[in-house]
C-alpha cells in the first residue's frame, strides 16, 4: 500500500513537473516572438534627430486674432510638432506671446474653450485671416 502511494505521488510530481515545463517552453515561446516583432519595429522607426532650432521670442503687436477654418493647433512652434487641437471654426483666440523660426512667424494662443485641456498651443501667422490689438484696430493678413 505504501509503494502504490509513493508511486501515485512521483507521478504526480512528474506530471506537474511536465506540465509547468510545458507552459514555460510556451511562455518562452511567445516571448521570442514578441521579441522579434519589437526589433522589427525598431528598425523600421526612424529615430528623430537633434534640430538645431532657433526660436526668437518676442512681445506680440496684436493681442487677438481670428483664426481660419480647420487650423491645426501644435504643441511648439515648429510644423513637425505634434498637433494637439484642430479648430473646425473660425475662432477669436487670444494671443499670448510671439515667436520666430525659420523666418515664420507663431503666437502662442489661448482658446476661449470650456475646457483646460490642450485650450493653449501654437498658430503659424498664416492660420490667421484677422490680427488685432483691440476692436477699433483691426489688421487684416493675406
Not at 493681442?63 to 487641437?85: E, Q, V
Not at 523666418?103 to 498651443?121: A, E, F, H, K, M
Request: aromatic residues 10%.
Amino acid at each position: 500500500m505504501k509503494y502504490l502511494l509513493f508511486i501515485a505521488l512521483i507521478s504526480g510530481l512528474v506530471g506537474t513537473y511536465f506540465y509547468y515545463d510545458h507552459k514555460l517552453a510556451l511562455t518562452r515561446k511567445q516571448l521570442m516572438i514578441a521579441s522579434k516583432r519589437n526589433n522589427k519595429l525598431k528598425s523600421r522607426a526612424t529615430p528623430k534627430k537633434n534640430l538645431d532650432i532657433k526660436i526668437n521670442f518676442s512681445n506680440p503687436t496684436s493681442k487677438i486674432g481670428l483664426t481660419n477654418i480647420n487650423t491645426n493647433l501644435y504643441l511648439a512652434p515648429i510644423n513637425s510638432s505634434p498637433i494637439i487641437r484642430t479648430i473646425k471654426i473660425r475662432m477669436e483666440v487670444q494671443i499670448l506671446d510671439a515667436a520666430e523660426t525659420n523666418s515664420q512667424t507663431w503666437y502662442y494662443v489661448n482658446l476661449p474653450i470650456d475646457s483646460n485641456i490642450n485650450c493653449r498651443g501654437w498658430l503659424n501667422s498664416t492660420d490667421f485671416s484677422i490680427l488685432y490689438s483691440d476692436s477699433t484696430n483691426i489688421t487684416k493678413t493675406t
